[in-house]
C-alpha cells in the first residue's frame, strides 16, 4: 500500500521560505515519477514541479525559486520554496505515479497523492 505525507506547510510573509517534505512508504521505485501539485481556493489543481529518474521540471511561475529533490536513503521527497508570493498560497499536494505518456502536470498521470499540506503567504 503506497502512502504519500506530507508536512512542513505554514504560514510566512511574502520574500520568506518553506521546505515541504513528502514522507513515501510503500512500493515506489524509480520507475514512478514523484510531483508536487497545489490547489487555490476556487481554482484547479496545478502541477508545481515533478521529478522522474533526476530530472526536475517546473511550473514556469516558480522556477528559479522553487527546487523539488529526492532522498531515496530516507523515501521522502522535497519541495524547497523561497521567495514565497502571496499568490503561492494554496494547499500543496505530493503525487506519484509511473509515467503514461502524458504531460508530468496532468492529473491522470498521477494515481496516488497525499492528504495536502497548507501554504500562506501574506504581503
Known amino acids: 500500500q503506497v502512502q504519500l505525507v506530507e508536512s512542513g506547510g505554514g504560514s510566512v510573509q511574502a520574500g520568506g521560505s518553506l521546505r515541504l517534505s513528502c514522507a513515501t512508504s510503500?512500493?515506489?521505485?524509480?520507475?514512478?515519477?514523484m510531483g508536487w501539485f497545489r490547489q487555490a481556493p476556487g481554482k484547479e489543481r496545478e502541477g508545481v514541479a515533478s521529478?522522474?529518474?533526476?530530472?526536475?521540471t517546473y511550473l514556469g511561475s516558480v522556477r528559479g525559486r522553487f527546487t523539488i529533490s529526492q532522498d531515496n536513503a530516507k523515501n521522502t521527497l522535497y519541495l524547497q520554496m523561497n521567495s514565497l508570493k502571496p499568490e503561492d498560497t494554496a494547499m500543496y499536494y505530493c503525487?506519484?505515479?509511473?509515467?503514461?505518456?502524458?504531460?508530468?502536470?496532468?492529473?491522470?498521470?498521477?494515481?496516488?497523492w497525499g492528504q495536502g499540506t497548507q501554504v500562506t503567504v501574506s504581503s
Open positions: 503525487a506519484a505515479g509511473r509515467p503514461r505518456g502524458g504531460l508530468w502536470y496532468s492529473r491522470s498521470e498521477y494515481n496516488y
Open positions: 510503500g512500493l515506489l521505485d524509480s520507475s514512478y515519477r
Open positions: 521529478f522522474y529518474r533526476g530530472i526536475a
